[in-house]
């Protein structure tokens, strides 16, 4: 598999980014291939001393996305930046799969513009998961779309239950549960769009849905999948990260106050970091478009890269968007 990385992107790059991307390599099949995509200059140093350099190709680009950067506006007019270079790359089919930290809005905007949309896609969503009591629940869109039609909630629906089944993060035949983000669970409650495109899901048979979700309900996993538009589930998951980040550091905090209660409360804070840290999770998939296309968070550190490329290979074996092709194409 290649896999291709957009070096400059994200807060910490280039040290962070690349870091990350060797930690990966021992943990990759002995035919994978990493593609770095940034400043050869910066990139050489850090590969130097590995001994795997048959296992790395380096792809020179000039210019860099910032995250203040319009994301149109650099797509169409930094040509030469890692993320148009790298997108590129799997636009070409040089690159089974892509990861980048860098500019959300520029990733998009470039998996849009350069990347073919799977048939029966009109628009992609990014999908990523919100800590539950069974081990996640994939919230998707997540902020690609914030302005989405009906039809375009109904796609994510089918999209993330195809998703969620193929990783095994599911309940059990006849297939995932999905939910929608709503302010109530009662019928009468919500936006026009929420309530259309429950009736678009609810026409659908092969989709288990459940109804609307309140927010306060995603840590109890009441569906598998759980749909929104990006601009809701965006504010989700931030305010997710956020307050569970909080809480972990106040229990950090009593732990270290008392050494007798530290040592008996350190192995429940490594189980609960490893759950709610969003650098374990491996990065969010733009579903919806050729390739697989992974956003990871913007303070994403060496071991949030680690991850990603895990988690490309290993979403890479399950031919997710041949399923999503084969179920969505019917109704193109």
């Known amino acids: 598999m290649r896999i291709a990385i957009d070096v400059m992107g994200g807060d910490h790059a280039p040290d962070k980014i690349l870091e990350g991307a060797l930690q990966a390599l021992p943990l990759l099949e002995p035919d994978d291939k990493l593609i770095l995509v940034g400043n050869k200059e910066l990139i050489a140093p850090h590969i130097a001393h590995t001994s795997q350099h048959d296992r790395i190709q380096i792809e020179h680009a000039s210019q860099v996305i910032t995250m203040d950067d319009s994301p149109i506006e650099a797509i169409r007019g930094k040509r030469d930046s890692s993320i148009v270079r790298m ?28 990347l073919k949309p799977l048939a029966g896609v009109d628009r992609p969503g990014i999908a990523c998961f919100l800590p539950s009591v069974k081990g996640g629940v994939l919230l998707c869109d997540a902020g690609a779309n914030i302005q989405p039609k009906p039809a375009h909630l109904y796609q994510y629906a089918v999209m993330g239950s195809i998703y969620a089944k193929a990783l095994g993060k599911s309940a059990p035949p006849p297939s995932p549960t999905v ?6 669970s009662e019928d009468e409650k919500g936006t026009q769009l929420v ?12 989709i288990n849905f459940v109804g609307y979700v309140e927010g306060r309900d995603i840590p109890r996993h009441p569906c598998d999948v759980l749909i929104t538009d990006g601009f809701t589930g965006n504010v989700t998951l931030k305010v997710t990260e956020g307050f569970t980040t909080a809480v ?20 429940f804070l490594g189980r609960a970091l490893k759950q709610y840290d969003h650098e374990e999770v491996g990065g969010a998939l ?34 997710v968007n041949a399923a999503i092709e084969k179920r969505l194409a019917k109704g193109a």
Do not use: C
């Not at 590129?88 to 513009?113: C, P, Q, R, W, Y």
């Open 248 to 267: 972990l550091q106040a229990l950090q905090k009593e732990a270290m106050s008392d050494a007798d209660f530290a040592v008996k409360l350190k192995p």
């Open 195 to 206: 309530k259309d495109a429950k009736a678009l899901i609810q026409a659908d048979p092969s």
């Open 179 to 184: 939910g929608i983000l709503n302010i109530g």
């Open 286 to 319: 733009l579903l919806g478009v050729q390739g697989l296309f992974f956003k990871v968070h913007g303070s994403a550190g060496a071991r949030a890269i680690k991850n990603a490329v895990v988690a490309a290979k290993a979403v890479g074996k399950l031919d």
């Open 87 to 114: 997108v590129k790359f799997g636009k070409e089919g040089h690159a089974d799969a892509m990861i980048s930290a860098g500019n959300t809005g520029a990733l998009v905007a470039a998996g849009v513009l350069m």
